[in-house]
């Protein structure tokens, strides 16, 4: 709907034929497409949950936060017995860190991984800060923080020093002090490598200015309120220039052409006038180098106007687009709150892989030593094969989530384009969700699998690359690399192809592949078109969230000019910087789809209707670039003048 109640749809003019058109926008007799890929999809939610509840069985992903002792307890919790070992079932509810008595284990141990069953390991509520030299030590340190190193079973009068293959009942002596680290206790001497490095990067920063560290954390403290009245600022400044985007964008587009043109002239220009004036007067070489450069400035400026003149028509389709974005966002905005339902879905399922995650890595079949008693936790071959399992079904899921995403926002917007003068629904997102759910989640399971395999075949290329790097050399490492390369590009064409296909499942209904071989098709026979959209368009959009940044940086700096108290004002407003440009990234992207999704139902309108016996359903602003549609109105309007005429 336009301003004032105008209509933006091109007059139907129905001719002499009086035929009803073939296509009335997105298809309202649907069915149920690509079935299999849906129940492909669904056999992977049930290994997924198959495998979830094999993790939480047989693992505990608190095993991995806090430990877990030589008889299978683990820290800080109350641990039910197990069967066959006398000194389980403790309760380690106050014990959250876990003391080694063998710190050679430290060579090689990872925290979360699992103890050997021949390294004795206890639950203690902190961790000897201070070296233990001999008894009366460890019974000092026993009633000073209520920490038996020893046993659980053993009394502090009865503490000793313990043999040194540490599997007696009481650690070796001497211990050197230790600290927590990840819930275990580890030698100091142990994290110097790691202390050495940090202290080399608190050098360097100290060096910008003492205690740089710590006056930054203290800025980010003092300003964490003025950090999130710039996150909401940036919100707001997204969606105003999301709705200005409308207005001024074909003013920035052509002062864009407009530069370029301008430059590439000036520019040659400058040039010759350089080489005219040290011609003569300066060395030979230097003359013909000033020679070049004006020759082939000549040649790139020529190209460039060439190009913009070709363009030209192009570039106004660009600004139509921009406008019609304009026209969906005003009438549907409850578009601008999609990505963010995407992001709690996103953040959710991640949370919750990594959940899974650590219960996978902690699961295992209870082993029980014959020598020792100590209890390990071994993976057998189905774990295994779930850990990778479950990675692929994770990416497969995420990327499950976008392509819904993209389908719905491209149904609501083909909806508006196709409907916006003929009764378009009250909450067009509502019926784009109601049709992806009851008939195109297939498809979108079929294009999310794809992108899937893109993306597990280049992670295999990025392992092979890394195992042959230094094994065959320079000429090996340069193949992989060009294999890569290719690679990547091929990845980009399928992803480019595959979120238009969602844009042609949204408006046709099809299937994936017949939807992507549309698309494509659509892709090759406009390419020119698509060109203006990804660069001008792009960079426009591209100026858009930097318009965000700045805005937000201007009010940050008025704001914490005043702030006497904060030492680098900077850091609160780059943080709030980046927060900004994430945000109008995201509503932005709205603007960015609905966009892509106007271009392909003005292909699609331009292909299956004429303007006389099949109305367009565009507007009066995009009808100018379509062929012929002038001269087909003027010869209807002519034939119904004639009709009049006669009768």
Known sequence: ??????????????????????????????????????????????????????????????????????????????????EGVSRSGEDCSDRRNLFFYDKSIFVNYIPGSHVSVDTVAVCVKSCPTKSQT????????????????????????????????????????????????????????????????????????????????????SDLQKTWQEICYLSATALGVSMSIVI???????????????????????????????YYELKGDSSQEEERNW?????????????????????????????????????????????????????????????????IFLAMESAGQINISNTTGFVSFEKDQPLKIFRWYHLIASVWILQFILACERIVMAGAVAIWYFQRDSGMPVFPILLSIRRLVRYHLGSAAFGSFIITLLVVVNWILGFIHKRVKNSTGSVGDFLMKCLRCCFWCFENAIRFINSNAYIEIAIIGEGFCSSAQRALKIIVSNSLRLAAINSIGDFTLFLGKVGTVAVVAVVGIEILATRSDVIYPWLPISLSCIIAFIIASCLIGVYELCIDTIFICFCEDCERNDGVEKPYYMSTGLLKFVTGAHSAKNIEVKRIHLKTEAT
């Not at 492909?40 to 979830?52: P, Q, R």
């Not at 209520?146 to 009481?170: A, E, Q």
């Not at 680290?181 to 790691?194: G, T």
């Not at 060439?306 to 921009?322: E, H, P, S, T, Y």
Request: charged share 15%; aromatic share 12%; with cysteine.
């Open 291 to 355: 020679l070049i450069g004006s020759i082939v400035a000549t040649v790139v400026m020529v190209i460039v106007i060439l190009v913009l003149l070709v363009m030209r028509k192009r570039i106004g389709l660009v600004v139509q687009l921009f406008k019609e974005a304009g026209h969906v966002v005003s009438s549907v905005p409850f578009l601008l709150l999609l990505p963010l339902w995407t992001i709690i879905c996103f953040l959710g399922f991640l949370a919750l892989v990594s959940y």
């Open 1 to 82: 709907m336009g301003c004032f109640g105008e209509s933006h749809r091109v007059a139907p003019y129905k001719g002499s034929g009086g035929a009803a058109p073939e296509f009335c926008g997105p298809l309202q007799k649907r069915s149920c497409r690509d079935v299999v890929c849906l129940l492909v999809f669904v056999c992977m939610l049930g290994g997924t949950g198959y495998g979830t509840y094999l993790a939480f069985y047989l693992g505990d992903p608190d095993r991995l936060i806090y430990g877990v002792d030589s008889w299978g307890n683990v820290c800080g919790q109350r641990n039910g017995r197990i």
């Open 134 to 217: 001999n008894v009366a030590d460890l019974q000092t340190f026993f009633n000073d923080t209520g920490t038996s190193l020893c046993w659980y079973d053993i009394p502090r009068d009865s503490f000793f020093d313990g043999n040194s293959n540490g599997l007696d009942k009481c650690p070796n002596l001497p211990i050197e002090a230790q600290e927590s680290f990840l819930f275990r206790c580890i030698p100091k001497s142990f994290n110097q490598p790691f202390e050495i490095l940090t202290g080399a990067i608190n050098d360097i920063l100290n060096k910008i200015d003492p205690n740089f560290t710590e006056k930054c954390v």
């Open 244 to 274: 200005l985007l409308r207005f001024i964008a074909g003013i920035v587009i052509w002062l864009m052409v407009l530069l370029l043109g301008l430059g590439s002239v000036v520019g040659t220009a400058l040039c010759w006038y350089h």
